[in-house]
């Protein structure tokens, strides 16, 4: 315990000098090091030195151990996702921060801090943490040293610089330095969905697996199935449909009473996607229409899960009116959106509502080349077989070879597998 902290702590907060707190029990440059942790003094002199501060060691030390376990509580709230403990707890820590900010436990608390604003989704305290994390980190232990290699990976993920933050994340799992299951648990699943990212959807299961065997276990629900819906994207990427739908039937349950609110209409549209992926239109436009009802209009998730709305109603032939009020809805939505995406969708939609000439050379010109420029690779497949047969028709056999070219190209990318990530 660093006693030396604590004193200084308390002097300050008294209004005391130094040369006031030593006055008769040390001299002024000896609780100058005593203060600064440079030297520890004999159990006889902190005891004066505290005793004229009316304090007690051993409360001290209690309280060191109060600390200790408000922190953990803290962040094991955090990633169970316990939202009312989080707030409940971090009023209690932003009480004492001045405190804890003298004792032992500040490098661990900036660590959680950093957690805790991630989790309160404000960036900008974010860049503050890192920053004193930065300034503070060489006088971290060997355990929080590891800590911040997660922190350090986790930043790097929300950049999107997946493959870097995969290195730091299997780093911070070969420590042999122990820091919980809920940290493992975590940087399995973080390992999980940068890997999904990337399409390396085969690594991806390994870890989400490792992942919901610990959720489980620590009964960490809102992480199993957030790790779930990761299992259920691979399992559709990977074209295993027996084991999405064997993971999907509970899932859509479980959501649907316990979480209503919140990730189960993304669930139903994440389960008629893959529905749709294995050609069941009927059941996923079902799934897609209640999920629509539940999503806010014109959210980012409301376009998607109408966007697949309207593709399936295309490739089923069932072009009603509500299909075309709902094209007139997704044109209208994609206005105010910043993106070209969903607008050149809408376009691409009504030209192929008329004339799939139109809209396959709609498509050659505006839609294709963006979804190629941003990375798109899954949505710009699926548009190649219209793109290819075009000009198949048209005897342009140079531009067939172009796209046929383009096309195993985009299946490479789809199917990449990084052996190292096994």
Known sequence: MNVGSIIKYYRTKKGLTQTDLADGIC?????????????????????????????????????????EDLLQEFIESLFAYDDEQIDH??????????YIETSEYVNLYHIYMYRYYVWSEL??????????????????TPAEQNLYLFIQALNLSFSSDYKASIKLFKKFLDNPLPVGKFWTAEAYYQLALSYS?????????????????????ESNWKRLIHTQMILGICFMELRLFTEAGALYKPLVRNSRIFFRDSVYPHILSNYARCLLTSKEY??????????????????????????????????????TEEWERNLNDFHDYSLNLDNKYYFYYAVYLKKMQFSQVDGIKYAIKWLYPYLI???????????LPG????????????????????WRELVKKERSYNEEGL
């Open 373 to 383: 420029k941003h990375s798109f690779y899954q949505e710009a497949e699926e548009l």
């Open 197 to 217: 990212h990337i399409n390396q959807h085969e690594a991806s299961v390994i870890y989400a697996k490792k992942a919901s065997e610990i959720f489980e276990t």
């Open 27 to 67: 001299s002024t440059s000896h609780l100058s090091k005593i203060e600064t942790n440079m030297y520890t003094a004999n159990e006889e002199t902190l005891n004066m030195l505290l005793q004229r501060l009316d304090l007690r060691l051993e409360d001290e030390k209690n309280r060191m151990g109060e600390i």
């Open 89 to 98: 707890l971090y009023i209690q820590i932003s009480e004492i921060k001045d």
């Open 123 to 140: 960036p900008e305290k974010e860049k503050e943490i890192l920053t004193i994390l930065q300034r503070i980190k060489t006088t971290f």
């Open 282 to 319: 009927s059941k996923a436009r079902k799934l897609m229409e209640e999920a629509l009802v539940l999503l806010g209009k014109g959210s980012e998730q409301y376009m998607v899960v109408l966007l697949n709305w309207l593709e399936s109603g295309l490739k089923i032939d069932l072009l």
């Open 387 to 406: 793109i290819i047969d075009y000009y198949s028709e048209k005897e342009d056999h140079e531009k067939v070879i172009h796209y046929y070219d383009q």
